[in-house]
């Protein structure tokens, strides 16, 4: 059986229409479909040069924070100086937790003329898009296979009136598939992305491979972070590691990347994110606020040092 | 922007090759890969054949359990009377976990004459396939977009030597995409899905999803496991719902779906994982094993039923 480990093929309509003597798509389709193609294009070069800082959030593994992460994150730049200049595209598209980590379940997308898309803003400025804007309910599925995805984050990108923005997060689900592949060849000029894990060895062995997929596509890597990091009983204050411990700061390690800091497993994160709260905002001194504000530092001072590097490099 | 919600099209030769005129593909090529596709389908449903049960462990969410679940259900079977009758299929593409829970990490699977291949057995006789068992290491990526992980179920399906088995469990990745697509086409007479999820809200709205996935590709839903359920502090005894509690029941209630019962979130189910043991055999008398045998019953109970309800229709 052959092992493909770096497949970054694109579908598009210049393949589709490529294929010598393809009589599905007469040569009118073709031209107008490569035209599109390339309206969006320009589109997205330019909506994307509004945007100063660009960072996906990922991991191999599912369950781990991602997203947790991503709405702290948005939300410690929105409330410190970046009101109105922070954007969250949320990129899992069949399972997007966005909207209800920010209170903004319910809302939709608003079109405007020309196609135009406007994102769902929450009380911070945060510009948010997400599938589930655009679902009828909870209990829709997006049966979708990967063309289809990558074809709508690229309009998520491109359509969306984002505006002129300080930091854009892209939340992606899982895994090193369609929707990473899709966003890392979208935006080729990405900051970087930041790399959840929580401390269990199996998680650990399966968030490695975004390492090297990263590395693989070009991509630098901010740094990880060990999300759910041991927990204190509330009640006696022992401290249990109910998922153990270490396995983030081994990852950085082993892989030579650096180590963001680890988040405490703590109900309160939980409670929050169900009502649609940030726990940096809601619990502003709990240890598990402390350790993201050093995290949001060393994050910081990444973006300042690749900044100081471009403008040398210029 | 359209939203499609019932896209089960496959990528397939035939459709390959039936395009008019298409002469990227010469017709020689196309009578042998059709010739080919058609050899893997009568293999596929061969093998299928001697498998008497075949369940699918889905969920909307990442990290909810899933494989553990289907790695305590598979040892559930194996050690009581059906021992050398179980088989995994790890339809994790890019996050395989299935062979670290079991004990199984570094093995391979085994070539034989005639592009056979042999699964990797356990102690227990339980036989695995997974795309870890033809990686190199765990840093290696898969990054692959759909069409290729459609192909690499369907080989694990049909060039597989499984056997005469009496359960079939495939574990699947989150999400209602190419994985679980593929499995349910691949797998016509699948007896059903079982559902995981953890009780947070944010979980539930997700987890709905798998529900309404399942019953719109016409496949039975066998229940609903809510895992990581309360947690008793090992020092003090205090019962805290790190990630709430009841998200499961009310997924049940409101979707008119079975619900098979909760497991509490325990630190030894992950030290069990980490280590390669199942929590089941490993801790017979905890809280966690004695919810999951209640579980194992619900299942049974099912198996059975659909198998009468058979009987009485042939």
């Known amino acids: 059986m052959k092992i493909l480990t770096n497949t970054t093929k694109q579908v598009n309509v210049n393949e589709e229409c490529d294929r010598k003597g393809d009589s599905s798509l007469t040569s009118g389709?073709?031209?107008?479909?490569?035209?599109?193609?390339?309206?969006?294009?320009?589109?997205?070069?330019l909506k994307l040069r509004k945007i100063k800082h660009k960072i996906a959030i990922i991991s191999g593994k599912g369950g781990v924070g991602k997203s947790t992460v991503t709405v702290n994150l948005a939300m410690a730049f929105?409330?410190?100086?970046?009101?109105?200049q922070v954007g969250i595209l949320d990129a899992d598209i069949h399972g997007p937790c966005i909207?209800?980590?920010?209170?903004?379940?319910?809302?939709?997308?608003i079109g405007g003329p020309g196609g135009m898309l406007f994102p769902v803003t929450n009380e911070q400025g945060?510009?948010?898009?997400?599938?589930?804007?655009?679902?009828?309910?909870?209990?829709?599925?997006?049966?979708?296979?990967?063309?289809?995805?990558?074809?709508?984050?690229?309009?998520?990108?491109?359509?969306?009136?984002?505006?002129?923005l300080d930091y854009l997060f892209v939340d992606l689900p899982p895994g090193t598939g369609d929707e990473p592949l899709s966003v890392m060849q979208l935006i080729p000029d990405i900051d970087g992305v930041i790399i959840v894990t929580m401390p269990s060895e199996v998680s650990e062995s399966v968030v490695k491979k975004s390492v090297t997929f990263a590395k693989q596509v070009g991509i630098p890597v901010i740094g990880i972070i060990e999300n759910m990091s041991g927990f204190v009983c509330p009640d006696c204050g022992a401290k249990i590691d109910v998922f153990k411990a270490g396995g983030g700061k081994r990852i950085a390690d082993d892989m030579a990347i650096p180590y963001l800091g680890s988040i405490p497993l703590d109900p309160k994160i939980c409670t929050d994110s169900d009502g649609g709260l940030s726990f940096i905002v809601k619990d502003k001194n709990s240890p598990a606020t402390k350790a993201f504000r050093e995290i949001i530092s060393k994050i910081e001072l990444f973006l300042q040092k690749t900044g100081i590097e471009e403008s040398i490099n210029l």
Chains 1, 2 share one sequence.
């Open 78 to 84: 929105a409330i410190n100086e970046h009101k109105n």
């Open 29 to 45: 389709d073709c031209n107008d479909q490569r035209k599109q193609q390339y309206e969006q294009e320009q589109r997205l070069k």
């Open 99 to 109: 909207p209800k980590m920010l209170g903004l379940k319910g809302q939709k997308l």
């Open 126 to 164: 945060i510009k948010v898009v997400s599938m589930d804007f655009l679902l009828p309910n909870d209990e829709a599925p997006v049966i979708w296979r990967g063309p289809l995805k990558m074809k709508v984050i690229q309009q998520f990108l491109s359509d969306v009136t984002w505006g002129d």
